[in-house]
């Protein structure tokens, strides 16, 4: 029984903010589609989540980092060492970083092999691959950041490849430089793209993601056990939504984890003029790295800007193939290949 | 799974979360009462050293943590294994170590600096114990005998060795002798044969930059009334900059380049080791001096080399190295004519006390005027004191613009040293030879000649009252100048 103070202070709020919170309920709690209770469907909420604790642990390192290439080694270093707490928040972003990328990539294969990806929803497909690749950037510019000896180094050779490719390459490099070569310009540029241009455009696309799938509803489909049952749905609230909180909390306390586990830890400071006898990129970069290393530069740099087209455009080769080859199922199989390669590229990085 | 169920695993990782967050302050706060630092991966060899010297000695291992190396995973067997062959060698806890790390040892990873330190003068330090000084070490000041350490003078041991550097002696035991070791001197001869002691500037066993380029370091050993480099430095202009911004210095800078990392004021490794823009840090601490200023009478670095016939980098090279540090903050102007007063200060001292003074003791020794024993005639000491002590202070002070030094511990010493002292001591000896008429007579009425005609030169003929009336003029009228411009009317 709502206390008198509390139905005051209700009423107060409704006066100046006139909303009818049941209208609000009834609007909001969507029924969710039965096939959302198999936990792999919420790969795409998991990301979503880690983004939100990347912002605010982004916040907390951002109140002690200095873009600077003189004092950002240092600044990390003070993070890590003497502020309170410096370490773990540290250790959480670099973690959750890792995670998003592993989640957004297996949300992207859930996606691919369950085909909904097809009409009417190649245009949030396309949407997707884009988040990708801004979460790609997101870790690239965020690794880049520390200037340690691997971090400046990896960031060379990054702009290297991209200054090789064709055409636009050297104004490509240019811009992420920030000049014709790496400089103070360039950690500032950085910094940037990873605080602000990333996290706004990543914001931003995640929105026309939700909205795009808001609009269209997750793709209906069902399993054998499924069809018997009498609802096809069940509740957002508080259903779905304790399914999310779950696994909210299951991400905080893997990543504490892990930041007990495996902390952050820095490697030397950069030496711009002592390049390091084995430069790698981070993993997620391995199968790409390994690749140009098996070709020459064309067609290292192109062939990876057409896997790139491929993917991007892939709702509508799907279509072309299954138009053709109706039963084959090809999708699932050139998914097993593409996947597959892909994996087996990063292994190879990994242990040579 | 039910609403019901869903809430129990929420509260149920909750709870784990909790709990791993208690593990974080934890962490945390046991960092801070410790001030430990992240985890060092020590090879499973040298965790043994680790886990008994913590409790056996501390702050040993503490300082050790706190280094380079630890982080790199460079631990204690890596630089205290030893080979059983190696003469040094003993069983320590079932692990055959030698306590002794030598340059060779550290040279397997700063192979660098070892060969650059190997051809310096620094590894070269303990060749004094072939010197005058150390007959006044082993001799004069001290004994080998009845009150000596297994025949070494304890004045050796606890003096001139701490800095110059033993010999390190194996007794039968298989340790080094008392007498020779603890010895960390700059020169030390190691009982693997190699040269010079790492940990005399970079001190065991944190290793740090920090300690080596600090000037009190090198204040060590560089300072005293024999050659006040320390003491000349913090007179300077140099050193009063550096006590003002030491916290600009950013000492623990790698790389550390002046005019780039750091600019605030220079240090003895700026000058004479560390690196610039242009040039790479150097362990040849003789690669930037031209001047050889500790002998009775100043050379060029590298001529005692040409004579021997060998090549080395020249003199002005070597000043043009320099040259290239003082670049950083001074014009060129402003160093060559530097160095133009610091050369005619070296030549004053050459040529009116160092060449001279040297002159008359040879000739005295040589026909027998003083005894072939060193140090027992006070002429001796007055000479000593006159080209090592006053002389170099004079030379050094010049050398390193501390005018004070130059002055009045310097040139106002050497001269009274010698117009007071040197001078009628040699005429006194050479009154006495003559008056016994023995042997050494002869001798005796050549050096009085010499010396009547060093006293006649332009510079000493003051001292006869033979100044000319032009100069006097000259004088007097400059005087009445300054009278004038500072009367107190």
């Not at chain 2, 003096?159 to 002798?177: E, L």
Request: net charge positive; glycine share 6%; hydrophobic share 40%.
């Amino acid at each position: 029984m709502p206390i008198p103070k509390l139905n005051f202070l209700l009423k107060w709020t409704k006066e100046r903010i006139p909303v009818d919170v049941q209208d609000l309920k009834s609007i909001s709690n969507e029924p969710v589609p039965n096939h959302l209770k198999h936990w792999w469907f919420a790969l795409g909420g998991t990301p979503a989540i880690l983004f939100c604790i990347q912002i605010v642990t982004g916040i907390f390192l951002l109140f002690y980092y200095v873009p600077t290439p003189t004092e950002a080694y240092d600044s990390v270093t003070k993070i890590t060492h003497e502020v309170r707490f410096g370490w773990y928040i540290r250790s959480i972003h670099k973690w959750a970083s890792e995670l998003m990328i592993v989640t957004v990539m297996l949300h992207m294969s859930r996606v691919y092999f369950t085909g909904a990806y097809r009409k009417p929803r190649e245009l949030n497909w396309m949407v997707g691959v884009i988040i990708l690749f801004v979460t790609l950037g997101l870790a690239f510019t965020g690794y880049s950041l520390t200037y340690d000896q691997l971090s400046y180094w990896a960031a060379v050779v990054g702009t290297e490849i991209a200054e090789s490719t064709p055409l636009v390459g050297p104004l490509a490099a240019d811009f992420i430089r920030g000049g014709q070569e790496i400089s103070g310009n360039t950690l500032t540029r950085l910094y940037v793209f990873h605080i602000v241009i990333f996290p706004a455009a990543l914001a931003g696309l995640v929105v026309l993601h939700i909205i795009f799938v808001r609009l269209q509803g997750v793709t209906q489909f069902e399993f054998e056990r499924e069809r018997r049952s009498r609802h096809r749905t069940y509740p957002l609230f508080p259903d779905h939504i304790l399914t999310e909180a779950i696994l909210g909390i299951l991400i905080l306390y893997l990543l504490t984890m892990m930041a007990i586990i495996f902390p952050a830890g820095l490697g030397d400071r950069a030496d711009p003029l002592m390049t390091p006898e084995h430069i790698k990129p981070e993993w997620y970069f391995f199968a790409s790295f390994r690749w140009l290393k098996l070709t020459n530069v064309y067609i290292g740099v192109i062939g990876q800007i057409f896997f790139v087209g491929v993917i991007i455009a892939w709702p509508f080769i799907d279509r072309i193939f299954e138009n053709k080859f109706p039963k084959a199922e090809l999708s699932v199989w050139i998914g097993i290949l593409g996947f597959s390669f892909y994996l087996i590229l990063t292994i190879w990085e990994a242990l040579v | 799974m039910s609403l019901n169920a869903k809430k129990i695993v929420i509260v149920v990782i909750g709870l784990f979360f909790l709990c791993s967050l208690l593990i974080i302050g934890a962490i945390e706060s046991n960092k801070r009462v410790l001030g430990k630092k992240a985890t060092i991966k020590v090879s499973a060899v040298s965790k043994n050293c680790v886990e008994c010297h913590s409790v056996k000695s501390p702050s040993l291992v503490e300082q050790w943590r706190d280094s380079m190396h630890a982080i790199r995973g460079v631990a204690c067997m890596d630089c205290h294994e030893a080979l059983k062959t190696d003469v040094d060698a003993w069983e320590h806890e079932g692990y055959t170590i030698a306590v002794i790390v030598s340059p060779k040892d550290c040279s397997k990873c700063h192979a660098q600096e070892n060969k650059e330190f190997q051809e310096s003068h620094h590894a070269d330090a303990a060749k004094i114990i072939g010197s005058l000084d150390n007959v006044l070490a082993e001799v004069v000041e001290g004994n080998t005998g009845r009150l000596g350490l297994d025949g070494n003078s304890p004045a050796a041991i606890n003096g001139c060795w701490q800095c110059h550097g033993s010999v390190v002696k194996i007794g039968k035991d298989g340790r080094p002798t008392p007498a020779t070791w603890p010895n960390t001197g700059i020169g030390r001869i190691n009982p693997d044969g190699s040269k010079g002691s790492c940990t005399a500037c970079h001190s065991r066993h944190t290793f740090s930059p920090v300690v080596a380029r600090q000037p009190d370091s090198c204040g060590k050993c560089h300072m005293g009334p024999d050659h006040p480099q320390k003491e000349i430095y913090e007179a300077s202009k140099h050193g009063i900059a550096f006590k003002a911004f030491k916290e600009y210095m950013k000492l623990d800078a790698q790389p550390w380049r002046v005019g780039i990392e750091y600019t605030a004021a220079p240090t003895c490794a700026t000058c004479h080791m560390s690196a610039t823009q242009e040039q790479s840090v150097t362990h040849d601490v003789g690669r930037r001096i031209s001047w050889n200023l500790r002998p009775p009478i100043s050379e060029k670095i590298d001529a005692k080399a040409i004579k021997a016939g060998k090549a080395v980098e020249s003199w002005e090279q070597r000043r043009k190295n320099m040259k290239n540090v003082c670049s950083k903050c001074h014009s060129d102007k402003y160093v060559d004519g530097f160095y133009i007063q610091f050369d005619s200060a070296i030549n004053l001292y050459n040529e009116k006390y160092g060449i001279p003074s040297t002159k008359i003791i040879k000739m005295m020794k040589a026909g027998g005027v003083l005894t072939p024993t060193a140090f027992d005639e006070e002429l001796e000491w007055t000479y000593f004191y006159l080209w090592h002590h006053e002389g170099r202070r004079a030379r050094h002070g010049a050398s390193m613009m501390a005018p004070d030094y130059t002055q009045w511990h310097g040139f106002f010493e050497v001269a009274e040293r010698f117009y007071i002292h040197f001078v009628p001591q040699v005429k006194e000896a050479c009154e006495k030879a003559i008056h016994k008429k023995g042997e050494s007579a002869a001798t005796a009425k050549e050096v009085l000649k010499e010396l009547d005609t060093i006293l006649n030169k332009e510079e000493h003929k003051w001292f006869l009252g033979k100044m000319s009336s032009d100069e006097k003029a000259s004088r007097k009228a400059a005087a009445e100048e300054f009278k004038k411009r500072y009367a107190q009317n």
